[in-house]
């Protein structure tokens, strides 16, 4: 059965950073795409970036790019992302999502159940 | 970016009637080269992740009741629930993987009348 598990919830102050994270099983960690997805409170979803497991291959959405970094292990089938100084605006739910064929950019089949971040002073 | 635009807002509709969500993208998401459309639908509801329902803007995925079909080329695209059931009270959303950034449109909340 595929999986994607993720962190727990976080509660951080303005400037601090954090990494959260995604470990994926049930298949070919390295075989699939994993993407982050935000959700701000009340708010649609929104595309922030992407991660090639097999090679850390990377890119991310312009609204996104200098504020994250996502990464990935695949020696413990884990994605993360990250940020070096949060900021209030980055209160949100973080979904990771998993692309539905190998290798190639494409839908999210499956996707974790969802890091919620709070960033308040 | 590729722009995605979803109506209604919002929609009511009785059980067992059949309610339509439009999605319609600034530039179109058909790949030539093998004549897919870039396009799918998911659903959330409260409290839960996205759920992939349609992908390739018609095909069903796994283990997704038959009532819910899409259709659609190009720029313009339509998921159809055909008889509503109450279980399917939730925010639709589509969302092009044509081209990167993926975008999603705004979402459509459907509820019951």
């Known amino acids: 059965e595929v999986q994607l598990v993720q962190s727990g919830a976080e509660v951080k102050k303005p400037g601090e950073s954090l990494r959260i994270s995604c470990e994926g099983s049930?298949?070919?960690?390295?075989?699939?795409?994993i993407s982050w997805v935000r959700q701000m409170p009340g708010k649609g979803l929104e595309w922030m970036g992407r991660?090639?497991?097999?090679?850390?291959?990377?890119n991310y959405s312009p609204s996104f790019q200098g504020h994250v970094t996502i990464s990935a292990d695949k020696s413990t089938n884990t994605a993360y992302l990250q940020w070096s100084s949060l900021k209030a605006s980055d209160t949100a739910m973080y979904y990771c999502?998993?692309?539905?064929?190998?290798?190639?950019?494409?839908?999210?089949?499956?996707w974790g159940q969802g890091t919620p971040v709070t960033v308040s002073s | 970016d590729i722009v995605m635009t979803q109506s209604p807002d919002s929609l009511a509709v009785s059980l067992g009637e059949r309610a339509t969500i439009n999605c319609q993208s600034s530039?179109?998401?058909?790949?030539?080269?093998?004549?897919?459309?870039?396009l799918a639908w998911y659903q959330q509801k409260p409290g839960q992740p996205p759920k992939l329902l349609i992908y390739?803007?018609?095909t069903r995925e796994s283990g997704v009741p038959d009532r819910f079909s899409g259709s659609g080329s190009r720029t313009d695209f339509t998921l159809t629930i055909s008889s509503l059931q109450a279980e399917d009270v939730a925010v639709y959303y589509c969302?092009?993987?044509?081209?990167?950034?993926?975008?999603f449109g705004q979402g459509t909340k459907l509820e019951i009348k």
């Open positions: 999502a998993r692309h539905g064929v190998a290798g190639k950019p494409n839908y999210f089949d499956f």
């Open positions: 049930g298949y070919s960690f390295t075989s699939y795409w």
């Open positions: 991660i090639d497991p097999s090679d850390s291959y990377s």
């Open positions: 530039q179109s998401v058909l790949y030539s080269s093998n004549n897919k459309n870039y």
């Open positions: 390739w803007a018609s």
């Open positions: 969302q092009q993987y044509y081209s990167t950034p993926y975008t």
